[in-house]
């Protein structure tokens, strides 16, 4: 007996898949899948999280609709991998989340921007917010420095421990056993590269059924775009408590270079993610998730468009509340990284490094 409906409609069609074969070539989960002759809740968790959605196998399927065995491997894996997020989510009380993704990530975000405008404001009058300040620190002008750095230190540790507990979770459940540097470094690679995002080499199906590679470049633009962000923040980090330099920096340097190049990426991959969402076969799309990834895609968008803006305004009067609503929006989503679209990264790497083990196992 499995847990869910979707689990065990998972069970059937990977039994189904393991007497056929025929798309052992396309990606990764049809070779783990033929490594079992049984599937536990745990295992098929981690087929749905090795899975990359890219449709190949539903199109070469010969079992797919309008066929009785109605196979659809896109769509069912999908199904089982949203809920998987909330089923190994932390603390446990708040899986419910994953339930009503998009309404949550807008309310606290909405609550998150709110709160640090009217903070803003309130510490420092409101003519402060519509002052012009230019030059190092004036950014904490209206807010000190030590005490966004505690405010948003915490919530990041926060967001960062329930990650863990999550992914540990995930491990745990899905029998990942003792992990090893070959393949950790195996599944960087090919979490990196996307290499399982291609169809097998034609690419990602739509509903016009060409298959293109753009949602691979869309995911590349938003991962790095990501990391960028992150660098920057780093980089300020050290700049600040290690050299005594106080932000904002000049245009050429580090920070403000990683941060713009980091933006762009952002903005340019999240509105090609839901571009290319929107044009995905309904047949394999599961509709249950698009708030929840379309909430997470406006959230990404929201901080790379608040900041970008703020880095071309910030010798204007603008500066205070272009800064209060970047806050905002970076502090509601580090809040909401646990429980959003976020984790399927994190899930997804675990699954390639569990897979490599696998490979490993199998080739000595």
Same mark, same amino acid.
């Given at each position: 007996?499995?847990?869910?409906?979707?689990?065990?409609? $998972?069970? %059937?069609?990977?039994?189904?898949?393991?007497?056929?074969?025929?798309?052992?070539?396309?990606?990764?989960?049809?070779?783990?899948?033929?490594?079992? +002759?049984?599937?536990?809740?745990?295992?098929?968790?981690?087929?749905?999280?090795?899975?990359?959605?890219?449709?190949?196998?539903?199109?070469?399927?010969?079992?797919? !609709?309008?066929?009785?065995?109605?196979?659809?491997?896109?769509?069912?894996?999908?199904?089982? +991998?949203?809920?998987?997020? *909330?089923?190994?989510?932390?603390?446990?009380?708040?899986?419910?989340?994953?339930?009503?993704?998009?309404?949550? /990530?807008?309310?606290?975000?909405?609550?998150?921007?709110?709160?640090?405008?009217?903070?803003?404001?309130?510490?420092?009058?409101?003519?402060?917010?519509?002052?012009?300040?230019?030059?190092?620190?004036?950014?904490? $002008?209206?807010?000190?420095?030590?005490?966004?750095?505690?405010?948003?230190?915490?919530?990041?540790?926060?967001?960062?421990?329930?990650?863990?507990?999550?992914?540990?979770?995930?491990? %745990? &459940?899905?029998?990942?056993? @003792?992990?090893?540097?070959?393949?950790?470094?195996?599944?960087? &690679?090919? $979490?990196?590269? #996307?290499?399982?995002?291609? =169809?097998?080499?034609?690419?990602?199906?739509? @509903?016009?059924?060409? !298959?293109?590679? +753009?949602?691979?470049?869309?995911?590349?633009?938003?991962?790095?775009?990501?990391?960028?962000?992150?660098?920057?923040?780093?980089?300020?980090?050290?700049?600040?408590?290690?050299?005594?330099?106080?932000?904002?920096? !000049?245009?050429?340097?580090?920070?403000?270079?990683?941060?713009? $190049?980091?933006?762009?990426?952002?903005?340019?991959?999240?509105? =090609?993610?839901?571009?290319?969402?929107?044009?995905?076969?309904?047949?394999?799309?599961?509709?249950?998730?698009?708030?929840?990834?379309?909430?997470?895609?406006?959230?990404?968008?929201?901080?790379?468009?608040?900041?970008?803006?703020?880095?071309?305004?910030?010798?204007?009067?603008?500066?205070?509340?272009?800064?209060? /609503?970047? #806050?905002?929006?970076?502090?509601?989503?580090?809040?909401?990284? !646990?429980?959003? &679209?976020?984790?399927?990264?994190?899930?997804?790497?675990?699954?390639?490094? +569990?897979?490599? *083990?696998? %490979? @490993?196992?199998?080739? &000595?």
């Amino acid at each position: 007996m499995h847990a869910t409906e979707n689990l065990a409609e $998972a069970d %059937r069609l990977m039994t189904i898949c393991n007497s056929c074969r025929y798309c052992e070539g396309l990606c990764a989960v049809f070779p783990a899948m033929e490594l079992r +002759r049984s599937f536990s809740d745990g295992d098929l968790n981690y087929l749905a999280n090795l899975c990359h959605n890219c449709g190949a196998c539903y199109v070469d399927c010969q079992f797919s !609709p309008p066929h009785e065995f109605e196979v659809n491997v896109p769509k069912t894996l999908s199904l089982v +991998r949203a809920e998987s997020y *909330q089923a190994y989510a932390w603390p446990v009380a708040a899986s419910v989340l994953f339930s009503r993704n998009a309404l949550a /990530v807008a309310i606290i975000s909405a609550v998150s921007i709110t709160a640090f405008v009217g903070g803003f404001a309130a510490v420092n009058d409101k003519g402060a917010l519509f002052q012009a300040k230019s030059g190092p620190g004036s950014f904490y $002008a209206l807010m000190p420095h030590d005490a966004m750095a505690l405010l948003f230190g915490a919530v990041f540790i926060c967001a960062a421990i329930a990650l863990a507990k999550g992914v540990s979770s995930f491990w %745990r &459940k899905t029998e990942g056993g @003792e992990t090893n540097p070959k393949s950790i470094w195996a599944a960087m &690679k090919n $979490a990196a590269s #996307l290499r399982y995002l291609d =169809g097998g080499g034609a690419g990602c199906f739509n @509903e016009d059924d060409r !298959p293109t590679d +753009r949602r691979k470049l869309y995911h590349h633009l938003t991962f790095y775009g990501f990391l960028l962000c992150f660098a920057s923040t780093s980089v300020a980090t050290l700049y600040h408590f290690l050299l005594g330099r106080e932000a904002p920096y !000049p245009w050429w340097d580090l920070p403000v270079v990683l941060g713009t $190049a980091g933006g762009f990426g952002l903005l340019a991959g999240a509105v =090609g993610l839901f571009s290319a969402k929107l044009k995905r076969d309904k047949v394999m799309r599961d509709d249950s998730q698009f708030g929840m990834e379309t909430a997470f895609i406006a959230i990404l968008f929201l901080v790379a468009s608040s900041g970008l803006l703020l880095l071309f305004l910030r010798d204007t009067a603008a500066m205070g509340l272009l800064l209060a /609503v970047h #806050l905002g929006a970076v502090f509601g989503f580090f809040l909401t990284m !646990p429980y959003s &679209k976020f984790v399927h990264g994190l899930y997804r790497y675990a699954a390639l490094v +569990r897979y490599a *083990q696998e %490979r @490993e196992s199998v080739t &000595k």
